[in-house]
């Protein structure tokens, strides 16, 4: 059964400051997600990490994948109060080349402060 | 852009009642999928939909659930008869199947259970 976890699961920081947010798995995949959710809304994508060593940056966002650890990293450069969400990894089941089920990791809710 | 819906927006029924959840996915979208979120949790998947038929369920998916594609944009999620603790936020998403793309999440259905 594929686990994904996050750590930490809350996490609360000063404006300015950098932080990093993993996302552990325990099976073979090589597709990752990292969605976005403000409270009460839905999924926002930010980034879809299909290969080891992949990294994309975004804004003041940077994920990276390491498939052989089965570890990907979500780091914050500079953070201001506009990133404060909950943001979930996301791991797709299927290894096999297809496109399978998300199974989401618990999430890490981000919360910036002036 | 093209967008998941969703509807209704919020749904409240009483126990043991039925429910039908509505998306319209994305128009070139092959594969379809619902997930739930219990309030303050993980989203969990439940089904997975591609070619007419069901791709793979998670033990949450029981006999109480089931989905349909009745025409060529709409794709429901039925709960026979609800229970209390079928209370979440449905997320439905699709994609498009080409390879490395991502699931787009609609907005969800807020179903609550009383």
């Known amino acids: 059964e594929l686990k994904v976890e996050q750590n930490p699961l809350f996490l609360s920081m000063q404006e300015g400051k950098n932080y990093t947010i993993y996302c552990n798995y325990s099976t073979t995949s090589d597709r990752l997600y990292w969605y976005r959710q403000d409270p009460g809304k839905s999924l926002e994508s930010l980034f879809v990490l299909l290969s080891n060593g992949a990294v994309k940056q975004e804004g003041r966002l940077m994920a990276s994948l390491d498939t052989k650890a089965r570890l990907s990293t979500l780091h914050i450069t500079a953070a201001v109060h506009d990133l404060s969400a909950t943001y979930f990894c996301?791991?797709?089941?299927?290894?096999?080349?297809?496109?399978?089920?998300?199974?989401f990791g618990k999430g890490t809710k981000l919360s910036v402060k002036p | 852009e093209p967008e998941v819906t969703q509807t209704p927006s919020h749904q409240v029924t009483q126990m043991g009642q039925e429910v039908i959840l509505r998306c319209v996915p994305i128009s070139n979208h092959l594969y379809f999928y619902w997930y739930r979120q219990i309030l303050g949790q993980k989203v969990e998947f439940l089904v997975s939909f591609y070619n007419n038929e069901i791709s793979e369920k998670s033990e949450i998916f029981d006999d109480q659930f089931s989905v349909e594609r009745p025409d060529g944009s709409n794709f429901t999620l039925k709960i026979r008869s609800t229970k209390l603790e079928d209370s979440a936020m449905y997320f439905c998403?699709?994609?498009?199947?080409?390879?490395?793309?991502?699931?787009?999440f609609g907005p969800g259905t807020r179903l609550t259970v009383t």
């Open positions: 996301a791991v797709d089941m299927k290894y096999d080349g297809s496109q399978g089920n998300l199974i």
């Open positions: 998403a699709s994609l498009t199947g080409t390879g490395g793309d991502e699931q787009y």
